[in-house]
């Protein structure tokens, strides 16, 4: 959660198309870790997106 928080609040979500690319940069992450983070990334996109129509 630590990871999402941080990133939320400087605004660089990032999306990682697999685990190993995740892994890359969470060292420590795993495949739990890895979705929850690319669930919140897509939904601040989609709100982003909203937002911007």
């Not at 999402?4 to 979500?13: A, E, H, K, L």
């Not at 999306?15 to 919140?40: A, C, H, N, R």
Request: a negative charge.
């Amino acid at each position: 959660m630590d990871k999402i928080n941080n990133r939320i609040g400087n605004n660089t979500m990032r999306y990682f198309p697999d685990l190993s690319s995740f892994q890359s940069i969470y060292t420590e992450g795993d495949f739990i870790e890895w979705k929850i983070y690319q669930s919140v990334a897509a939904e601040l996109f989609a709100h982003d997106l909203e937002r911007l129509c």
